[in-house]
């Protein structure tokens, strides 16, 4: 897939699936993470939502608490296909939920990666796809994998499960803990 697939204001070449991270180690994980499902699911029909993972921190300041991690996939609204209206709405979800972005890979709240938009190649000023260290990255592959084991990453053509079965999952340990909408 090239850059050329993606123009500003066509919707039709776009199916839609968006594949979302979300993360939180600050103010209550689990009831962040909660929350933001529940608005996520405004924003289209869920299609997956993995399980929660706990996870170390990578990167970072020294000392932080443990995250939760997990993956949603979402048919979006027509009017949130463009990838930087996503984006857009993203950050709002994450603003509401107290999310400060003064210092990088600092404890949050709330964060919400968008992961990928069907198979999009985006290359712009403050936005990637698919997000840029993904495939580096087993807290954001091991839930990805156990809900879309057959998502590839469209530049490299490399599936999720085979990134991650490349990787260290140390500190990647999944839970029981009940977190999305029913």
Not at 11 to 38: K, T, Y
Request: with cysteine; net charge positive.
């Amino acid at each position: 897939m090239s850059l050329s697939k993606y123009k500003e204001g066509v919707v039709s070449e776009v199916g839609g699936v968006a594949w979302i991270a979300l993360g939180s180690n600050l103010d209550r994980p689990l009831f962040q993470l909660r929350r933001a499902a529940r608005q996520l699911t405004s924003l289209g029909t869920l299609l997956a939502c993995s399980s929660l993972y706990r996870t170390t921190p990578v990167g970072g300041p020294p000392g932080q608490p443990e995250f939760l991690n997990g993956v949603v996939s979402l048919r979006l609204r027509p009017s949130l296909q463009q990838p930087e209206a996503l984006l857009e709405v993203l950050h709002e979800i994450e603003k509401r939920q107290g999310r400060d972005r003064r210092i990088r890979w600092a404890p949050r709240s709330l964060d919400l990666d968008l992961l990928s938009l069907d198979d999009l190649v985006v290359d712009g000023p403050i936005l990637w796809l698919p997000h840029p260290r993904m495939m580096e990255r087993a807290f954001v592959l091991a839930p990805l994998c156990e809900i879309s084991s057959n998502w590839y990453h469209p530049i490299n053509h490399q599936s999720a499960c085979a990134a991650l079965a490349e990787l260290s999952t140390e500190g990647v340990r999944r839970t029981s803990l009940p977190w999305y909408p029913s």
